[in-house]
């Protein structure tokens, strides 16, 4: 498993006192959990959409991107997913990781302060060079797509 450098600049002084710094909750996670750095309770309404403070800036390398995924269980069972799927940070951004959350659940859900509410996973990119063409390599597939495989 390769690993990789990556400078953490701390916020806020509840970060590794009351509120964790980035981990990983296991061997195998391949995303560290983020934590909420908030001073009180915050509650996400269903179908409310808020930017919740990690209380963290990163240096991401050159040529990595760190991408913030929901946490399973708060998707799972209450609800509490990203609006837009899957935050990018990119590499050339040094201001505070925030994480937007939205209720998709028919109940209000409180975060505390120090929860985890989502997680990041650092990962190579390449840089596409488009080369424009009338033509493209023909597959099985061609331009089949929505359900073309059989999965509807």
Not at 80 to 90: A, E, R, S
Request: hydrophobic share 35%; net charge neutral; charged share 20%.
């Amino acid at each position: 498993m390769g690993k990789i450098d990556i400078k953490i600049k701390y916020l806020s002084d509840k970060i590794g006192k009351e509120i964790s710094p980035p981990f990983y909750a296991s061997d195998g996670a391949a995303g560290m959990d983020l934590s909420a750095c908030i001073d009180s309770p915050l509650t996400i309404y269903p179908r409310q959409r808020v930017k919740v403070p990690c209380g963290i800036a990163l240096a991401i390398p050159k040529g990595y991107v760190g991408l913030i995924y929901a946490r399973s269980g708060l998707g799972a069972n209450h609800g509490i997913t990203l609006p837009n799927c899957v935050g990018v940070i990119d590499s050339d951004y040094r201001g505070e990781i925030m994480c937007a959350l939205t209720n998709i659940g028919d109940e209000p859900y409180t975060i505390n302060p120090g929860d985890r509410i989502c997680q990041i996973v650092f990962t190579p990119i390449a840089k596409a060079n488009l080369i424009k063409t009338d033509d493209l390599d023909d597959t099985g597939r061609s331009s089949g797509g929505f359900g073309s495989t059989g999965l509807n």
